[in-house]
């Protein structure tokens, strides 16, 4: 997915939301993200919609969410928060993508200076030229 293409059918999609009449529900465009809630059905008009709104739900609800995870056997008795999305190929002309199931519950305390820090947690270029020279000029 090349993200300046995202960018710019968002942006496309922000210019053109106030003309649309949009169904309850539909979210096309990320302008809509902050007054819209999370529920099982909610639908998408795109991938790359639903996963910048539930971003920005998840940042607000005061935590992060971690895309493509898969669940393990016998891990559903420690299941922490979960949100199900898919787009089905059958009954679904424009290629939708709905909200299946939500498990609103988490493991742990939510703590919003965690999501804060982690913005700041990134490798330096003094670090990156440590790691190319460490995995491409040595061999062991």
């Not at 922000?14 to 999370?38: F, H, K, R, W, Y």
């Not at 005061?62 to 190929?89: A, H, Q």
């Amino acid at each position: 997915v090349n993200m300046n293409n995202v960018a710019s059918e968002i942006e496309f999609l922000c210019d053109n939301a106030n003309n649309s009449n949009q169904m309850d529900g539909e979210v096309d465009s990320p302008t809509e993200l902050e007054s819209i809630t999370l529920y099982e059905g909610k639908k998408f008009f795109t991938w790359e919609i639903c996963e910048s709104f539930l971003d920005v739900w998840a940042k607000k609800q005061g935590f992060r969410i971690i895309k493509d995870w898969m669940l393990r056997e016998n891990s559903f008795d420690s299941l922490s928060f979960l949100v199900n999305t898919s787009c089905p190929k059958n009954k679904n002309p424009d290629t939708s993508v709905f909200v299946n199931k939500i498990v609103d519950k988490h493991n742990h305390e939510l703590n919003k200076d965690r999501i804060e820090f982690e913005k700041s947690k990134k490798f330096t270029g003094e670090m990156m030229d440590d790691i190319k020279f460490m995995t491409i000029s040595c061999k062991f």
